[in-house]
């Protein structure tokens, strides 16, 4: 068995699955603040919040911590030389502002839980972008690997 090709399918499934809960749990924020600010039945809110606490806690932490595992495996197997590159280095800084971005998006679910909303609508649809840019911007430095 190729453990590098493993590594590499398993690092691609968890981020996926990253990707997805990046994208999807701020759009679930535009809803949510929607509904508060045209102040809509705390049931709907409720269900909010279990959508966002779920999403969080089963999707995106595990898928998180797996992309980094594999990641890191897949380092380690291709050899810490990779350091070096330009390619390695702009997708460290990536990855970085990425999981920078998914802890800033819990403490936005916090506060929603604690019916403490800091920001309107308009604020997480223009956040939903961060990640869509990235994304971008990742997948053509890793494909094209500039020296
Ligand atoms: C979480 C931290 C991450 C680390 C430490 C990491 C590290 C790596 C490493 C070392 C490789 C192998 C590169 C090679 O063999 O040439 C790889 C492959 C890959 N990574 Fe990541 N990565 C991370 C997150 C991500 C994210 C967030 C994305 C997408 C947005 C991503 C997309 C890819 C893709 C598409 C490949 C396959 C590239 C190819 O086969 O040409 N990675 N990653």
Known sequence: ????????????????????????????????????????????????????RRLFIYIMNPAMIASWIFGGLLIYTIGID???????????????ILTIYHFFLFQCLRKFAENNNSFPPKFYRIINEIPTILLIATIFIIVFKPL
């Open 1 to 52: 068995m190729n453990t590098y090709l493993l590594f590499k399918s398993i690092h691609l499934i968890a981020v996926i699955s990253w990707m997805a809960g990046l994208l999807y749990l701020p759009r679930i924020f535009v809803y949510h603040s929607e509904a508060i600010q045209n102040n809509k039945p705390e049931d709907l809110m409720s269900t909010f919040k279990v959508m966002e």
């Open 82 to 96: 990779n350091f070096g590159s330009l390619w390695f280095q702009l997708k460290l800084l990536f990855v970085v």
